[in-house]
C-alpha cells in the first residue's frame, strides 16, 4: 500500500478573482485546462487605482450529477394533482 495522500478532489465551484492582469488570465487559463468552465460573465470593480476582476467556473460533471439529483427528488414527489406537491 502507498502512504501517499490521496489527490484533493476538485471543487465543483471556483470563484477566481484579482488584479486585471496575466497572471489572473493564467490562472483562468489553467482551470479551463483542469476541465472547469466558464459560469456566467466576469465582474469588474475597481480599487481606486487598478481594475479588480472576477469569474466564476464550474466542473460540467459536477452540475450534471447535481441536476440529475435533482431530476430523480423531483419524480419521487407525490403530486396531488392541484398544483401543490
Known amino acids: 500500500m502507498s502512504d501517499a495522500p490521496a489527490p484533493e478532489e476538485k471543487l465543483s465551484y471556483r470563484l477566481i478573482t484579482g488584479p486585471d492582469d496575466r497572471n489572473f488570465c493564467e490562472r483562468i487559463s489553467t482551470a479551463l485546462a483542469e476541465g472547469y468552465v466558464l459560469h456566467g460573465s466576469p465582474a469588474a470593480t475597481s480599487n481606486g487605482g ?17 441536476d440529475a439529483a435533482v431530476a430523480t427528488a423531483v419524480e419521487d414527489l407525490e403530486f396531488d394533482g392541484e398544483g401543490h406537491a
Open 50 to 66: 487598478q481594475v479588480i476582476v472576477a469569474q466564476a467556473l464550474i466542473l460540467p460533471a459536477a452540475i450534471a450529477s447535481a
